[in-house]
């Protein structure tokens, strides 16, 4: 989103539940846009948590389960918070088992949706 960024220049994790692509025409941060409510029309610099088993099953993506952003114009509830961001993230990993893959139905989905941020959806 910036000049001078690149794949090469992205951070590969290390951990089989991340996903990692590159995507120069930036289509996967406007799908994401509307999803997250963004008054932009791109979704950059944002953190996306969803529960295991969660599927991007229809056109647009699925909310994430928990999220947070470092954008000066987007929801200051949602504004990063290191901190919050594990708590949410191992929270999430503790209910569904953080090394088996959980059914669906032993994680946070979004019919069980609370305050706070701590929304569930499914997963690609």
């Keep these: 989103m910036v000049e001078g960024d690149s794949e090469e220049r992205c951070t590969r994790f290390d951990d ?18 509307p999803v997250l409510s963004l008054p932009r029309r791109t979704a950059w610099d944002v953190y996306l948590v969803y529960a295991p088993g969660v599927r991007w099953t ?7 389960t928990f999220w947070m952003h470092q954008l000066q114009d987007a929801d200051p509830s949602r504004r990063l918070d290191a901190g919050r961001l594990i708590v949410e993230t191992r ?14 139905e032993q ?8 305050p706070a941020g701590s929304e569930s959806a499914p997963r690609r």
């Design 58 to 64: 229809e056109s647009a993506p699925p909310l994430p």
């Design 16 to 33: 089989g539940r991340v996903r990692f692509s590159w995507d120069a025409e930036r289509a996967v941060g406007r799908a994401f846009a």
């Design 107 to 114: 994680c946070p989905h979004p019919g069980n949706a609370t």
């Design 91 to 104: 929270r999430l990993l503790e209910a569904c088992g953080s090394r088996s893959r959980p059914q669906r």
